[in-house]
T-cell receptor
Framework: GQNIDQPTEMTATEGAIVQINCTYQ??????LFWYQQHAGEAPTFLSY????GLEEKGRFSSFLSRSKGYSYLLLKELQMKDSASYLCAVSRRSSARQLTFGSGTQLTVLP | SQTIHQWPATLVQPVGSPLSLECTVEGTSNPNLYWYRQAAGRGLQLLFYSVGIGQISSEVPQNLSASRPQDRQFILSSKKLLLSDSGFYLCAWSSGSADEQFFGPGTRLTVL
């Protein structure tokens, strides 16, 4: 089976740094995605980690440890527009590359 | 470039009525296609996926069904809606060789 855990809510201040953690237990693990979803909108892709280590993309970075079943998304220089839900998703080794999503972390950025 | 469309954008239906949601993808061929449902404040639950025309796999038992009559068309249906079918329905596609999924704009369904 699949089990993905991430905090339900987080709050941070504009300009600060926030780290959103995700732990997973899954069979046939292939890689881990982070998506951003604003209220009422579709998720948009942020990052994808297959190998252990840190992937940096502008203000956003994502880390993966396959041996620990752990990932985090790091957001730097927070802006008000970063207030959104952040979804951790695990992809499986299969022909359809199914994704299993966590429940999402609702991040609120305060002025 | 590839685009994905869903319609309708919003839908209000009475309990027991039928449902048909449509998703189409442009700019790619032989995509993997997916239907997800998202309840309020929750993550995405994979309902169905398809790796080719006429090939449908179901992830969870329910009163919904899916069909793929054409390569880039994916339809979600129900014969009789339940209150619990309310939610945000998202269609997504991926290429056969990559893991990343791209989402459509979604359909917000309210069953009364």
């Amino acid at each position: 089976g699949q089990n993905i855990d991430q905090p339900t809510e987080m709050t941070a201040t504009e300009g600060a740094i926030v780290q959103i953690n995700c732990t997973y237990q899954t069979s046939g693990f292939n890689g881990l995605f982070w998506y951003q979803q604003h209220a009422g909108e579709a998720p948009t892709f942020l990052s994808y980690n297959v190998l252990d280590g840190l992937e940096e993309k502008g203000r956003f970075s994502s880390f993966l440890s396959r041996s620990k079943g752990y990932s985090y998304l790091l957001l730097k220089e927070l802006q008000m527009k970063d207030s959104a839900s952040y979804l951790c998703a695990v992809s499986r080794r299969s022909s359809a590359r199914q994704l299993t999503f966590g429940s999402g972390t609702q991040l609120t950025v305060l002025p | 470039s590839q685009t994905i469309h869903q319609w309708p954008a919003t839908l209000v239906q009475p309990v027991g009525s039928p449902l048909s949601l449509e998703c189409t993808v442009e700019g790619t061929s032989n995509p993997n296609l997916y239907w997800y449902r998202q309840a309020a404040g929750r993550g995405l639950q994979l309902l169905f996926y398809s790796v080719g025309i006429g090939q449908i796999s179901s992830e969870v038992p329910q009163n919904l069904s899916a069909s793929r009559p054409q390569d880039r068309q994916f339809i979600l249906s129900s014969k009789k809606l339940l209150l619990s079918d309310s939610g945000f329905y998202l269609c997504a596609w991926s290429s056969g060789s990559a893991d990343e999924q791209f989402f459509g704009p979604g359909t917000r369904l309210t069953v009364l």
